[in-house]
């Protein structure tokens, strides 16, 4: 796979080993190469210097919070909102859902379950790519990472079995209630909103990083949605959408990581979103070390230590062991 064996290195502190990865690394260049994936905007290789810098930040660190966006997603075939060329915004003019707009309008409401109902099938079936299985390989065995926090809904990191995960916007995978407490999974709504479309066709279509599709008006209207069989409200899947407020809970136990982290990596997001800016201004305000790995400028790029503009599986899977 792509976590290169130390095994002949002693483990007798984090930081030998760390270093020793590091010297290992030096002796075997590995040749970087460029992705399949046609939504990774275009990227140069990792410097191996900046590489190098970071594997030093990681070598002293043991208690990382590790901060995600759609930019990790795209190598798994799952396109972002704001890359250059290759994100949705630029692909189209659709714009995600509004939240305000979902709970005004039944027919905002169909057109995004009916794109979301055709879309589900290809959404649900993406896998966890190099940076996901990283990701968890420094959270689960090396000790690394203390959490991880994303603003992808797309459960990826769940996927790669990742421990101590905060899904800051929520997840694709559940669809709750907001009328009562009422949650039913999201393959089991799948098969409700079946028996509800009979006639519903599911395409391929072109993706959306919260799983919705492109449709027209015609296939929308006649689309069923049910509503809460506990209390008739309104169901919508658990995710935070644009114009909604991540709820204060979660917000608090994410305030509560970067307190008693060592410092923070950001990958894959360009910090556009406030939610995870925020993160971004209390590690700085706390004086801990803010390391970024993104294609392209982000909004926390003056705050961070080292920022690295490349592709995160390029540059992640060689911080493993
Ligand atoms: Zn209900």
Known sequence: MFVRPLKEIPCHSHVTLRVSHYMGRIAGRRHQHQSSSSYVPKHLPAKEEDIEK?????????????????????????????????????????????????????????????????????????????????????????????SVVTQNVDSLHIKAKTKNVIELHGSAFRVVCLGCTFTIERHAFQNLLTQLNPEMQIVQQTMRPDGDVEMNQEQVEGFNVPSCPSCKGLLKPDIVFFGDNVPKDRVEAVRNEVKLCDGLLVLGTSLTVFSAYRIVLQAAELHKSIAIVNIGETRGDKLASIKISAKCGDVIPQLCR
């Open 54 to 146: 970071l594997d030093r930040l990681m070598a002293v660190s043991k208690n990382l919070v590790v901060l995600t966006g759609a930019g990790i997603s795209t190598e798994s075939g799952i396109p972002d909102y704001r890359s250059e060329g290759v994100g949705l915004y630029a692909r189209s003019t659709n714009r995600p859902v509004q939240y305000r707009d979902f709970l005004k309008s039944e027919s905002a409401r169909k057109r995004y379950w009916a794109r979301n109902y055709v879309g589900w099938p290809r959404f649900s079936s993406f896998e966890p790519n190099a940076t996901h299985l990283s990701i968890s390989k420094l959270v689960n065995e090396e000790g690394v990472v203390r």
